[in-house]
């Protein structure tokens, strides 16, 4: 069974912080990565992808990409209250393998 | 408006009535997929279709529930004689032909709720 595993939170940070989200991924035919995030009663939105290892960053966020560790993650710097929502972690090799997505709270 | 469409947005049926979920992907896109969300848990891969053809259903139910993507018009995700269990967000998402592009992009989702 293909897995994606996410802490499920909550996690909480001030705002201001840096808010870290990890994701580990059992298929290692995996090829392309995705965060998303999902506020409470929406759809879910891209926010990165990443193919690569290594770093990719788009303004305030960060992926980052492990193949050898089957390791994925998403650094969100200067974290505001609006970034609050759950993030989901997905990995494809053939039809996208979503986590349970991590809950992330930052407090004014 | 060149996002993914869904309708309706809220769906309400009694047990045992046939549900049908609509789809329309963004402008340029001719993949679709179909997840569903159960209350407090994650996103379930369900089908994968391009224009005509179903291209992976190994996450659909083996009854009850079909999927199409007709040559015109929208997909549809169709559910028969629906039970309380089928109670979910069902979200359409849709990626380009463009290999470089496997991302997707997803729709406002329809909420199921059968009473």
């Known amino acids: 069974q293909k897995e994606v595993e996410q802490n499920s939170g909550p996690l909480s940070v001030p705002e201001g912080a840096i808010a870290s989200l990890n994701c580990t991924y059992s298929?290692?035919?995996?090829?392309?990565f995705f965060w998303y995030r999902q506020y409470s009663g929406k759809s879910p939105e891209l926010i990165m992808s990443?193919?690569?290892?290594g770093d990719k960053e788009d303004g305030r966020f960060t992926a980052q990409l492990n193949k050898a560790s089957q390791y994925v993650s998403l650094l969100i710097r200067d974290s505001q209250p609006s970034d609050s929502a759950t993030y989901l972690c997905?990995?494809?090799?053939?039809?996208?393998?979503f986590g349970q997505g991590t809950e992330l709270s930052v407090k004014p | 408006n060149a996002g993914v469409m869904q309708n309706p947005r809220h769906l309400v049926r009694r047990r045992g009535q046939e549900a049908r979920l609509r789809c329309s992907p963004m402008?340029?896109?001719?993949?679709v997929y179909w997840y569903r969300q159960l209350p407090e848990e994650g996103l379930k891969f369900m089908v994968y279709?391009?224009?005509?053809?179903?291209?992976?259903e190994s996450g659909m139910p083996k009854e009850r529930f079909s999927a199409e993507f007709p040559k015109e018009g929208p997909s549809i995700l169709r559910i028969q004689q629906v039970v309380r269990g089928d109670s979910a967000a069902y979200f359409c998402?849709?990626?380009?032909?463009?290999?470089?592009?496997?991302?997707?992009?997803f729709g406002p989702g329809t909420r199921l709720t059968v009473t």
């Open positions: 998402a849709s990626s380009s032909d463009l290999r470089a592009s496997y991302e997707q992009y």
């Open positions: 298929d290692r035919g995996s090829q392309s």
């Open positions: 990443i193919y690569s290892n």
């Open positions: 997905a990995a494809q090799g053939g039809k996208l393998i």
């Open positions: 402008k340029g896109h001719s993949h």
């Open positions: 279709l391009q224009k005509e053809n179903i291209i992976d």
